[in-house]
Nanobody, 128 residues
Framework: QVPYVESGGGSVQTGGSLTLSCSATSVIDFDYCWGWFRQAPGEEREGVAAIDFDRNAAYSDSVAGRFNITRDAVKRTVYLQMTALEPNDTGIYYC??????????????????????WGQGTQVTVSE
């Protein structure tokens, strides 16, 4: 059983906004570092944002300044607020958790090293 479920995707026009949610079940340690990843059709999965236990965040260059990752320990939920969306942001968005201490270090690692447990993701489509 995958210990987290993504939601909140949808279809928007360029310049629009969406907020994704990643709900963690009780089987996973919420104190882990959490990350958001995306995969466009025919492309490799890539990390776009990560947040560690101390709420330090890291972002890929392609989303820095537009996306904001936050975590709510009470709700056991990690959010990705996405603004100024562009067609290149289109893809399936996944969340994952791993025992990294640093968000910057975590985001620099390949998605393959994070975990072997991946959910269904949530589709984000940005049209012109």
């Amino acid at each position: 059983q995958v210990p987290y479920v993504e939601s909140g995707g949808g279809s928007v026009q360029t310049g629009g906004s969406l907020t994704l949610s990643c709900s963690a079940t009780s089987v996973i340690d919420f104190d882990y570092c959490w990350g958001w990843f995306r995969q466009a059709p025919g492309e490799e999965r890539e990390g776009v944002a990560a947040i560690d236990f101390d709420r330090n965040a890291a972002y890929s260059d392609s989303v820095a300044g537009r996306f904001n990752i936050t975590r709510d320990a009470v709700k056991r939920t990690v959010y990705l607020q996405m603004t100024a969306l562009e067609p290149n942001d289109t893809g399936i968005y996944y969340c994952a958790a791993a025992p990294y201490r640093s968000a910057a270090h975590a985001l620099g690692d390949s998605w393959r090293t994070w975990t072997s447990l991946w959910g269904q993701g949530t589709q984000v489509t940005v049209s012109e």
